[in-house]
C-alpha cells in the first residue's frame, strides 16, 4: 500500500471533525473545577481564556506552554505533520514568546496503516519545529484506530513583554496577519472539491510560521494579541473584547478571506464547529443587516494555524502593516477599538 494514495482525511471518524469543544461547553465544565493552587508566579492561567499559560521562572523569565492535536485535515501526511505542528506553536507567538522545546502526541493505527505514513508526519512535524527554532524532546504514542497528532510547546519570554487577549485600549487598531476561511476550505478538501492549486494554498496558509510576525511586532506597542484558531475570528475578537473591557469594530470588507470561501460555503461545507462559534457568539455581535447569514458564518469559521489577531497604538499601525508586508506577512488592517460598547463586537 503507497500512502501516498491514502487520503488521511477520510480516516476521521464521522461523528467528529477534530475541532476544538466549542467555547460555551468548555466554560461550563471548567466553572465546576474546583480551584487550583495558586501561586503569585503564575502570570497567566485560565482567567482569560488566553492561548497559553505562561509562569514567572525569574525577573527575567518566564515560560510559556500550550499543547495542540488534532485529526487530519489534509492528505498529504508530511504536510499534516507541519500543519499540526505550526499550529501549536502559534500559541507561544501570540503570547509573544519564542518556542524552546516540543513534545510529540501520537495517535496512530500502527497495525493498520503503513508506518511510513507516521514517519512522514513526523518528519513533517519535525521540520516546521526546526523552522522555529526549537528542539523535539521527546513524547507520548498510542495504538488508536483513529489518527491524530500535535504538540506541547514550551517558550520563553520576558514577564515585561507578554502578550494577552486583555490588554486592548480604546483607540487601538486590529491587525489580522493571515486569511480567515480554513475551515470551510479543509472541508471542501475532505468533501473533494478544492482544486489542486486551492489545497496548496491553504496548506500553505496553515503551515506557514507566525514567527515574522511576532518577530516584527516586538518593536511595536501591542496591546493585546491572540492567533485566530478553533474559534473563529470572532470568537476570539470576543474573547479579546471581553478580557479587555473594550469593543471591537471589525470592517467586514478589510478582512482577508481565502479565494472561494463564499461559494464553498454556499455549497454546504460549512463545518459544525463554525456553526457553533456563530451561536456562542450571537449575543455579544452586532451584524449589518446586509451581511447575509454566509458571510456572518465565514467570520466565525473555524480556523487552524490561524493569523495573530492583534490590537497595537493607533499611531503605530500603519507603520507595522507596512514592515509586516515588507517582511512577506499577509496583514490587514481590520478594525479598531472603542469603549462604546465594551465587551461587544460590531461588525461594519
Not at 514567527?211 to 511595536?220: I, P, W
Request: contains cysteine; charged residues 20%.
Amino acid at each position: 500500500m503507497n500512502h501516498s494514495s491514502i487520503k488521511l482525511t477520510s480516516l476521521s471518524s464521522k461523528g467528529g471533525c477534530g475541532c476544538k469543544i466549542g467555547p460555551a461547553d468548555l466554560a461550563e465544565v471548567l466553572h465546576t473545577l474546583p480551584p487550583g493552587l495558586s501561586d503569585p508566579n503564575l502570570l497567566v492561567g485560565l482567567d482569560t481564556s488566553d492561548d497559553a499559560g505562561v509562569y514567572k521562572i525569574n525577573d527575567t523569565t518566564a515560560i510559556v506552554q500550550t499543547l495542540d492535536f488534532f485529526t487530519p485535515i489534509v492528505n498529504d501526511p508530511y504536510d499534516f505533520g507541519q500543519v499540526a505542528a505550526a499550529n501549536a506553536i502559534s500559541d507561544v507567538y501570540a503570547m509573544g514568546g519564542k518556542p524552546i522545546t516540543a513534545l510529540n502526541i501520537v495517535a496512530f493505527p500502527i497495525h493498520t496503516l503503513e508506518r511510513n505514513i507516521l514517519t512522514e508526519i513526523l518528519r513533517g512535524a519535525g521540520d516546521k519545529l526546526k523552522e522555529a527554532g526549537a528542539v523535539l524532546v521527546g513524547g507520548h504514542s498510542i495504538d488508536d484506530p483513529e489518527p491524530k497528532f500535535g504538540m506541547q510547546v514550551t517558550g520563553t519570554v520576558h514577564p515585561d513583554k507578554i502578550r494577552t487577549n486583555a490588554g486592548a485600549k480604546p483607540g487601538d487598531r486590529l491587525l489580522l496577519t493571515k486569511p480567515i476561511g480554513v475551515g470551510i476550505m479543509t472541508t471542501s478538501l475532505k468533501n473533494g472539491l478544492l482544486t489542486e492549486d486551492e489545497e496548496i494554498l491553504v496548506t500553505k496558509v496553515m503551515t506557514t510560521l507566525n514567527k515574522t510576525a511576532s518577530e516584527v511586532m516586538e518593536n511595536y506597542t501591542i496591546h493585546a494579541a491572540t492567533d485566530v484558531t478553533g474559534f473563529g475570528l470572532l470568537g476570539h475578537a470576543s474573547e479579546m473584547a471581553k478580557g479587555s473591557g473594550v469593543c471591537l469594530r471589525i470592517d467586514n470588507e478589510n478582512v482577508p478571506v481565502l479565494p472561494r470561501t463564499r461559494e464553498l460555503a454556499e455549497a454546504g461545507s460549512v463545518p459544525g464547529g463554525t456553526k457553533n462559534n456563530y451561536k456562542h457568539v450571537e449575543d455579544v455581535v452586532d451584524y449589518p443587516e446586509s451581511l447575509d447569514q454566509i458571510g456572518r458564518w465565514i467570520l466565525c469559521d473555524a480556523v487552524t494555524s490561524g493569523g495573530l489577531l492583534v490590537a497595537v497604538a493607533g499611531d503605530e499601525a500603519d507603520r507595522l502593516l507596512a514592515e509586516l508586508r515588507d517582511a512577506g506577512v499577509d496583514a490587514h488592517v481590520i478594525g479598531d477599538v472603542t469603549d462604546e460598547q465594551n465587551g461587544k463586537i460590531i461588525v461594519r
